[in-house]
């Protein structure tokens, strides 16, 4: 586990940002991404960089090329254009610094796997090629099941476990990867409430424990809750900072266009000025 | 005991091991809804099959089972190919380089003269089965005596030896393979290639596919290749007990495939025989339905049995 008190420093650093930034100490940066399938362009010269130990949602209208983008700066599907850095470094020579979770729908639940099969291969990264996880990957893997509230589902099978304990095992398994950035995909889809907050109190614990995590958020309600920062997307970059100077009804107006109604927009803006 | 040492186990263990390499992998096609690419991948490597026999000129050689493993690298890559190319689905792209490339074999087949010796229909549909036969055995002790086990049918040694390396392929890749059909996304970002390791499937499969299909045919090899995985799937819910369970089914249909072809018509007082490549698949089959029926968690009976326990409650 990392010391406590380093999330102080993170927040202190990321406040004061010096003008001359090292490229090692930013987590995560996306120049110029194109992305198009069969010809159809979904995302047009995305450039972003994530604020380091900050909670961050991915949020914009559907078809904004939210999911698209984080598949693609991961290099798991083809793009025209734009490349990755993890700390400085091209994201396919650093992949064990971050931790990806894709949407529940991705993957078929009637897989002969338990809840802790599943979260074992979150690991696999780090036992390598060939070797088999031992007893220590095994308790490892029961630590993650355990913070997420479903250590007692550990021997079930993954089809047998509701929508929401799904999610927390896949949350589990993104623990168990111990990276220092995490890319989450739509982690809130039709889960319960008690899964909802599980959800938030391990995503809480991760910032305070120094990671930089990115979130693909639905939600517009629990946006300023949740989150420190967003990134608006609609094809294109639309804007990112701070939810206090960057969640505005313009930005959003922007975002989502005539998709959202004004009435929306009014309820977000009042929060705003609360 | 010679009769059956010379006749009836070559027969027992050519149709056990062809169904257990099939069996084994098929736990990872039916697992990566490709199910059906054992079907397929045994018509594509025809070209293979056939360019190998032509450099060596006997069946169940070393060369038509390298040949077929390039015949499959070769499908695969030129699906990939013309999936990029042409912007057509993986399905689409897939059925015209399976047909294209068995038209070819068959083509090259007729036109080289081939097709009469041991490469026909007949032979491609229903194996070679009960033409395993192993003079040199006379006791049960030759089943320890290495130099007469050398005796043994050259197909039978070389699905041993496929196997084997079935078997190694699987213990080494367990975690691999695994991880790569359940989540490929977060196999990729671990740095565990899908591409690649579905490849590498892909070419196991044509192997056993090949080495199954010169001895009992490619009905068998596509029965073996879904039942024995199938059947396992409805018994369990981990995937290395699955593959036991899948090894075990397999073994049995092949075994008591073959006795029941050769010594169940004669038990009903008739004369003949029946094809046992043809009674193996059947026997999977059953299997297959017994587990649907009376699985401990998954099967029909237990399903209603809980039902109506919950309904009176």
Request: hydrophobic letters at 50%; charged letters at 15%; proline letters at 4%.
């Amino acid at each position: 586990m990392h010391d406590r008190s380093s999330s102080g420093l993170h927040l202190l650093h990321d406040t004061e940002s010096s003008k001359t930034v090292n490229p090692q100490d930013l987590p995560f940066t996306v120049q110029g991404m194109t992305v198009a399938y069969h010809h159809k362009p979904v995302l047009w010269g995305v450039s972003y960089s994530a604020p380091k130990g900050c909670l961050t949602a991915i949020i914009g209208p559907n078809g904004a090329g939210k999911s698209t983008f984080l598949k693609a700066a991961l290099g798991l599907i083809p793009k025209l254009s734009g490349d990755t850095k993890v700390f400085g470094a091209p994201i396919e020579k650093v992949l064990k610094r971050i931790a990806y979770v894709p949407q529940r729908s991705a993957v078929d639940w009637d897989f002969p796997a338990t809840a802790i099969d599943v979260v074992l291969m979150g690991l696999y990264g780090q036992i390598g090629w060939f070797r088999w996880p031992s007893r220590k990957h095994r308790q490892k893997a029961m630590d993650c099941l355990k913070s997420v509230g479903m250590q007692d589902f550990a021997n079930r099978q993954i089809g047998q476990l509701s929508g929401g304990q799904q999610q927390r095992v896949f949350l589990a398994r993104a623990l168990a990867q111990d990276s220092e950035v995490y890319l989450m995909d739509e982690p809130f889809a039709g889960v319960d409430a008690a899964t909802e907050k599980a959800i938030v109190a391990v995503l809480r614990q991760l910032v305070a424990d120094g990671k930089t995590v990115l979130v693909v958020h639905h939600d517009l309600e629990t946006v300023r809750d949740y989150y420190s920062h967003i990134l608006l997307l609609n094809g294109q970059h639309v804007a990112d900072g701070p939810v206090e100077t960057t969640f505005t009804a313009e930005n959003l107006q922007k975002a989502y266009g005539g998709r959202l109604a004004s009435t929306q927009l009014d309820g977000l803006s009042e929060a705003s000025n609360a | 005991m010679d009769i059956f040492l010379q006749f009836d186990l070559p027969s027992i263990l050519l149709g056990s091991l062809a169904a257990l390499a099939c069996g084994l992998l098929g736990n990872f096609l039916v697992l990566r809804k490709q199910a059906l690419m054992g079907d397929a991948i045994s018509h594509v490597v025809l070209p293979g099959i056939v360019i190998g026999f032509l450099f060596t000129h006997e069946t169940s050689s070393w060369a038509m089972m390298l040949g077929a493993g390039g015949a499959a690298i070769f499908a695969v890559l030129l699906i990939e190919l013309i999936r990029r190319i042409g912007n057509v689905e993986p399905g689409a792209a897939m059925g015209v380089v399976f047909t294209t490339m068995f038209a070819a074999g068959v083509v090259i087949l007729e036109q080289t003269g081939t097709a009469g010796v041991h490469l026909d229909v007949e032979h491609a549909l229903y194996g070679n089965l009960e033409s395993a036969i192993w003079l040199d055995a006379y006791s049960l002790s030759d089943l320890w005596n290495w130099q007469v086990l050398m005796t043994l049918p050259e197909s039978i040694k070389q699905l041993f030896v496929v196997n084997m390396l079935v078997i190694v392929f699987i213990v080494l890749f367990f975690k691999e393979l695994k991880i790569s059909s359940f989540d490929p996304l977060l196999s990729a970002s671990l740095g565990f290639s899908p591409k690649w390791l579905g490849l590498s499937l892909i070419v196991m499969v044509a192997i056993a596919a090949v080495a199954a299909f010169t001895a009992v045919g490619s009905i068998l090899v596509i029965a073996m290749f879904i039942c024995p995985a199938a059947t396992a799937r409805m018994l369990t819910d981990n995937l290395k007990v699955q593959l036991f369970i899948s090894g075990i089914a397999s073994l049995s249909a092949g075994l008591f495939g073959y006795l029941l072809a050769a010594f169940g018509p004669g038990l009903l007082g008739y004369e003949f025989s029946v094809s046992a490549a043809g009674m193996i698949a059947v026997v999977a089959g059953l299997q297959q339905v017994l587990a649907m029926l009376f699985a401990p968690q998954y099967g029909v009976v237990m399903r209603r049995r809980r039902q109506r326990a919950h309904a009176s409650v």
